[in-house]
């Protein structure tokens, strides 16, 4: 399959329209907003453009639904039964939902396939803690008298805010927690990834669920801003950049709003004495390769032995020379182009940056040969790295790693913390006690043993400016939940 055939099986009908209160509606004005392949460099599909005026008509919809609709006063269980309907209807269209995200981001097909079940996967598992969570706690009171309880209620009005490397499965991490507490919301999704949402509001649409309870809007960044001011929003829940987050959070702050963030990253790698260099490359560069590197979660600093860092530069160079970029739908590409024109230029200056602050650039670095059409760029090496540099200090999102050498694993220690993110961390050893005590010592909200794992099963988040809160499990349900306490006699 090529780009072109792909683009025949997304069959959205309401591009021209807005989702806001259960219809489509006519935008406030005639924007558009272009969606541009990376593979290709053309416009693919155009959608309408929310203004302001449309953000107040999507927060007054998800305001009139929790204040006055059904959604909130129907049991846990009967919100679980629209979940999982949604869930089968996101199935159904399993097979949009990862040509979208192909076309939109060029993350490869064979991993978008599934977009689809995996982000009905979501709805499902929350769903299936209607029955088991405590949404009553019962409490003795300390004077002995009567009876207390900790009950919990939905937070309110939330607006989802999405980003565009995994539009999909991150607004359903964010959509399925909030639904099952009670909430409604104004999804907001990214101008570069428009098209995920709409096939979620077709689904909505399709199984007649509530109306207000979500509603779909894509916007720029002025229309974004406004509707996180908009004093309807009881809470935000944001993925982006750390930039943009705190922006958000001064804004919210102004009237104590709710909000949870998932934000930057830079994450490290340490590599312990007893694990093998080609073991250790082989796992660190097959999680660069996933969506062309752009996953906040990324191993981008390899923390090394430094009496065996020439050994995994020249065990990179050899692995990095069997990975190739190229078409997404090609089952011998190891990743597609990077998402933009603005993310290429982006990479590129980070590039320059590096060599500017001495470090060595030892594989990589440029557009690969033959690729002079979409945003393609080569796996990229950077060796005899200084943690104080820009490259490891700010998030590239691209396929570059850092490689830094250290002095014994006090030493790696250290540098995997001098950071201002705090995300993800993985410890490359064989030795499972030493794996705890060192994940122990890093300060980030996620640290696994020999490779990059995330599980939203269980919970996702950050430390320092790498977010707020969590997604997924019991600790991504909470946000969406205010605790009252009752004392009764």
């Not at 996967?121 to 949404?135: G, H, I, K, L, P």
């Not at 300390?142 to 999909?168: F, K």
């Not at 690729?371 to 200084?386: K, M, Q």
Request: charged residues 25%; glycine residues 10%.
């Amino acid at each position: 399959m090529n780009v072109a055939e792909a683009l025949k099986l997304i069959n959205i009908k309401q591009l021209d329209k807005l989702y806001i209160g259960g219809a489509w509606v006519a935008p406030s004005s005639d924007g558009k907003i272009d969606v541009v392949s990376p593979v290709t460099e053309e416009v693919i599909f155009s959608v309408a453009e929310a203004r302001e005026a449309d953000m107040d008509r999507a927060v007054a919809a998800a305001r009139e639904a929790f204040d006055k609709g059904p959604w909130p006063r129907l049991s846990h269980a009967e919100r679980a039964g629209w979940m999982l309907k949604l869930g089968e209807a996101l199935k159904a269209r399993n097979d949009e939902f990862g040509h979208a995200w192909t076309n939109q981001i060029g993350a490869l097909h064979a991993i978008t396939r599934s977009a689809g079940v995996n982000s009905a996967a979501s709805f499902e598992r929350y769903a299936a803690m209607a029955d088991t969570f405590e949404w009553e706690e019962p409490h003795k009171p300390a004077d002995g008298h009567g009876r207390a309880m900790i009950v919990r209620e939905p937070v309110g009005v939330c607006a989802a805010v999405v980003p565009w490397n995994s539009p999909l499965g991150l607004a359903c991490g964010k959509l399925a927690p909030g639904f099952l507490a009670g909430c409604t919301f104004v999804l907001k999704a990214s101008p570069e990834t428009p098209l995920d949402a709409y096939i979620l509001a077709e689904c909505a649409e399709q199984i007649g669920l509530p109306k207000g309870v979500l509603n779909v809007v894509a916007a720029h960044r002025p229309a974004s801003e406004h509707l996180i001011r908009n004093p309807g929003i009881d809470k935000v829940a944001f993925t982006g950049s750390s930039a943009a987050g705190k922006r958000i959070a001064s804004i919210l702050g102004e009237r104590m709003a709710r909000y949870t963030m998932e934000l930057g990253g830079k994450s490290a790698a340490i590599v312990l004495d007893d694990y093998g260099v080609d073991e250790a490359v082989a796992s660190l560069t097959g999680s660069l390769c996933r969506l062309s590197g752009q996953v906040c979660a990324a191993l981008t600093r390899v923390i090394v032995p430094r009496e065996r860092h020439d050994d995994f530069v020249d065990s990179f160079s050899a692995a990095m020379a069997n990975v190739h970029p190229g078409d997404p739908y090609d089952p011998a590409s190891s990743y597609g182009p990077l998402a933009m024109e603005r993310q290429l230029e982006r990479v590129q200056g980070y590039i320059a940056k590096g060599k500017e602050e001495g470090a060595r650039l030892v594989y990589g670095g440029g557009r690969p040969a033959g690729l002079n059409r979409g945003y393609y760029f080569e796996p990229t090496l950077f060796a005899n790295v200084d943690n104080g540099m820009t490259i490891a200090q700010e998030e590239i999102f691209g396929p570059v790693i850092s490689l830094i050498p250290c002095d014994g694993e006090e030493d790696a220690i250290r540098i995997a913390n001098d950071s201002v993110y705090g995300l993800n961390g993985a410890v490359l050893t064989h030795d499972n006690q030493r794996a705890y005590d060192v994940a122990r010592q890093i300060k980030a909200g996620n640290v696994s043993q020999g490779r990059m794992r995330i599980d939203f099963s269980i919970a996702f988040g950050g430390f320092k400016q790498s977010g707020v809160g969590r997604e997924g499990g019991r600790d991504g349900l909470l946000p969406y939940l205010e605790p009252k306490t009752l004392m009764l006699d």
